[in-house]
Structures are given as structure tokens and as C-alpha cells.
């Protein structure tokens, strides 16, 4: 290679190399720029996901094993198998079909991976021990103890207590006392020892003022429990003389129990916002009442019987001579036949939307309902709190 070639072979090196220089200083000066679109981007996702309505959908289940697969398991968040009851001091499964319920309602993680299987313990009726079992060191031992190892066996997620009630009265004929109040919040935290911190505790609560007024020592036991599930239901009970709304949203000069009530309350008493689910009936109770006056409300009155809410369309309706009716003021339907003075009290399409906007409105936990069975298999009260999760979150 002579000079000449030597002299354009450099220059055609050095054309290559500046051209080159400038396309690295500008893709350098281009970082910054995508960093910020990067973050920008990764800011506005987790804003999206921020604001997503996560609402917990928690039901109660205490139908056959052969149905359950039938609803709509994908729109909720929490299956909780009712019931268990103790056995001694232990936790205990009391009959072969509810161990293949459990294990069914464990396989529809198949359906729905992000649900979490719950037990429950007790129910109405169904803790007939827990004040004398939970009463001592040992039996509170033995309790989580077997809890743990039921959880265990089962793949569940958690254990649910439904103790109605500690401290006042609740079904006939079970002890109660005050030394229940200390003894329910020493059972939650051995509870928790014992299950450590994945496993969930929630329990179930009474919706009315006794009970949150009274039963339990609310800022001790709630740093070791996910949630409460308010029973803001029953709160016109099978023991009422006077008949009103059994599951009112708010309250009204008539009727001071109310989901609202409940939840000022809890809040008021130190309760996280965030570990509160509210309830909802998925049946109505219906009152022989003695009079036609007001449409049957707030009358003399004896609890007659319930009905599914899978039942409401055959039967609540002028056929049967009932004339369905809305309470502005509690945000309640109910519904009323003149002629056998029969007042019927329940959750409808329309006040489970308002419960659930009331959820996403006020930063709550979620919505529990009583339950998952009594609803239809299809296009059910369970549908209108899906669908009112989703239209929040466009």
C-alpha cells in the first residue's frame, strides 16, 4: 500500500469513526429521556393498579358438595366452609361429606387461583363451649394447635371464628361472661402464633351496638387478624317483637342497627377501615306482623321463617300478593302482603350495588355475604358485586 492509498484509507477511518461518534453521543444524550418514559410508565401502571378496586368478596358456604362448583367462583376472593365445631379442646370436621366439601371447595383454586379457602368455626347455635374451652391457656393451646393442622391437611387459608357471641348473650342456653372479652383476644393471638403470618384469621362479628359496644377488645385483637366480617344482617333478629329492616344500609329515626352504624362504630372504636367487610343477606326474613300500618314496618311483630334469595322471583311477588317496596331513607327493599300481614326484609340487586359502592367509597375491605349457596347459580347478587367492582375500576 502506497502513501496515496495509506492517506485515503485514514481519512475514510476517520469519516467513519466521527460519524460514528456523533450517532453514540446522541443515543447517550437519549438515556435520560427513555429513563424518564421508563418510570413515567412504571408510575402510571402502579397508579392504575393502585386505584384497581381489590375489594375483597368473601362467602360463607354451607351448601352441598355437589353444587358448589356450579356458581360463579371466579368473581370472588374468599370461600369460607361452614362449619366446624370443636370436639374437646380441638378444632374438628364433623362428618365425611364436609371433608369432600372441603376438598371441593380446594380444587376450585383450579378455576380460580387467587382464591383463598377459609374454615370457620362455630356458626348460630354452634359454639355451644367456646366460652368454657376458650376460658383456659391449654385449651386456647390445643385449639390453634388443631386449627393448624386442619389447615394443613386440607390446603385451606386460613381459619374464620364465628363465636356468637363472647361476653353477651347469644344462642339460648350457651355460657357467656365478661372474662370472655380478655379470653377471645388471648385466643387470637395464640391463634396467630400458632398459624404464623401467612395463613388468614378473620372472625365474624356482630353488626349491632351491643356487640361492638361490648364483646370484644377491639385494639388488641386487630394488629393480629386480616379482617372482620361485620354480620350487618339479623340486625332485625329471630328474637325481635317489633319488625324492621333486617339488613338496612343506613339508619333511620325508627332503626338505629344498620350496616353504617356498624361501621362507624368499629372505626370509632379503633378498627382499621381497611379490615372491614360488610355484610350482606343473600335471603330475607320474613315477620307475621300484627297490623297493615306502615306497609308492616316497625309493627308488633314474630319472625315467621326465611327465604333464599334464589326464591325471591316465585315467591315474593303480587301473585302471592306480596307489593315490593324501597326505603329511601335505609336503602332497603322490602316487601309486604296486606292480606296474611307478612312483612319480608332482604338484600336486593339494588341495595347490594349501594353496599358495594359504599365498600369502594369508603375504603373498606370488602363485602361478606350469608350465603354463597342461597344465591342462583348464575346472573345472582354475587353477579351485581362483580359488576359493580368492575364499573369502578373504568
Known amino acids: 500500500m502506497d502513501i496515496r492509498e495509506n492517506?485515503?484509507?485514514?481519512?475514510?477511518?476517520?469519516?467513519?469513526?466521527?460519524?460514528?461518534?456523533?450517532?453514540?453521543?446522541?443515543?447517550?444524550?437519549?438515556?435520560?429521556?427513555?429513563?424518564i418514559l421508563a418510570l413515567t410508565t412504571s408510575f402510571c401502571y402502579a397508579q392504575k393498579e393502585k386505584g384497581k378496586n381489590n375489594i375483597a368478596v368473601i362467602a360463607y358456604y354451607a351448601g352441598r358438595s355437589n353444587t358448589i362448583d356450579s356458581f360463579e367462583i371466579e368473581k370472588l376472593t374468599h370461600?369460607?366452609?361452614?362449619?366446624?365445631?370443636?370436639?374437646?379442646?380441638?378444632?374438628?370436621?364433623?362428618?365425611?361429606?364436609?371433608?369432600?366439601?372441603?376438598?371441593?371447595?380446594?380444587?376450585?383454586?383450579?378455576?380460580?387461583?387467587?382464591?383463598?379457602?377459609?374454615?370457620?368455626?362455630?356458626?348460630?347455635?354452634?359454639?355451644?363451649?367456646?366460652?368454657?374451652v376458650f376460658s383456659t391457656k391449654k385449651g386456647r393451646k390445643e385449639f390453634s394447635k388443631s386449627a393448624k393442622q386442619l389447615c394443613d391437611y386440607f390446603g385451606a387459608d386460613g381459619i374464620d371464628l364465628d363465636w356468637e357471641y363472647p361476653t353477651i348473650s347469644g344462642f339460648p342456653g350457651h355460657t357467656y361472661g365478661p372474662e370472655?372479652?380478655?379470653?377471645?383476644?388471648?385466643?387470637?393471638?395464640?391463634?396467630?402464633?400458632?398459624?404464623?403470618?401467612?395463613?388468614?384469621?378473620?372472625?365474624?362479628?356482630?353488626?349491632?351496638?351491643?356487640?361492638?359496644?361490648?364483646?370484644?377488645?377491639?385494639?388488641?385483637?386487630?394488629?393480629?387478624?386480616?379482617r372482620v366480617n361485620l354480620m350487618s344482617y339479623d340486625l332485625t333478629s329471630g328474637f325481635s317483637k317489633v319488625s324492621g329492616h333486617h339488613t338496612a344500609l343506613y339508619s333511620t329515626p325508627d332503626q338505629v342497627e344498620s350496616v353504617d352504624n356498624g361501621v362507624t362504630r368499629l372505626i370509632a372504636a379503633g378498627v382499621p377501615p381497611g379490615k372491614i367487610a360488610i355484610g350482606a343477606a343473600f335471603y330475607a326474613r320474613l315477620f307475621e306482623v300484627t297490623d297493615t300500618s306502615n306497609h308492616g314496618l316497625y309493627r308488633p311483630a314474630h319472625f315467621y321463617h326465611g327465604l333464599p334469595y334464589r326464591r325471591f322471583a316465585d315467591t315474593l311477588n303480587t301473585n302471592n300478593g306480596f307489593i315490593q317496596y324501597w326505603d329511601s331513607l335505609a336503602k332497603a327493599p322490602y316487601a309486604f302482603n296486606a292480606e296474611r300481614k307478612l312483612l319480608a326484609t332482604y338484600d336486593d340487586s339494588e341495595s347490594i350495588r349501594l353496599k358495594t359502592e359504599y365498600v369502594i367509597k369508603n375504603k373498606l375491605n370488602g363485602v361478606m355475604f350469608w350465603q354463597l349457596g342461597?344465591?342462583?347459580?348464575?346472573?345472582g347478587l354475587l353477579n351485581v358485586i362483580d359488576k359493580v367492582k368492575k364499573e369502578e375500576d373504568n
Open 374 to 379: 342461597e344465591d342462583t347459580f348464575t346472573n
Open 79 to 132: 370461600l369460607i366452609f361452614s362449619f366446624c365445631h370443636l370436639k374437646g379442646n380441638r378444632l374438628s370436621v364433623d362428618h365425611a361429606w364436609d371433608s369432600a366439601t372441603i376438598r371441593d371447595m380446594v380444587g376450585l383454586k383450579s378455576r380460580n387461583p387467587q382464591l383463598k379457602i377459609i374454615l370457620s368455626l362455630g356458626g348460630w347455635g354452634g359454639c355451644k363451649t367456646c366460652s368454657d
Open 180 to 226: 370472655d372479652k380478655p379470653h377471645f383476644t388471648a385466643l387470637v393471638k395464640q391463634l396467630r402464633k400458632k398459624l404464623g403470618g401467612k395463613k388468614e384469621i378473620s372472625f365474624a362479628a356482630g353488626g349491632f351496638t351491643k356487640y361492638i359496644d361490648s364483646s370484644v377488645e377491639w385494639k388488641k385483637i386487630m394488629p393480629k387478624i386480616n
Open 7 to 35: 492517506k485515503t484509507f485514514f481519512f475514510k477511518l476517520q469519516t467513519l469513526l466521527k460519524i460514528h461518534l456523533k450517532q453514540i453521543t446522541a443515543m447517550i444524550r437519549l438515556i435520560p429521556f427513555v429513563l
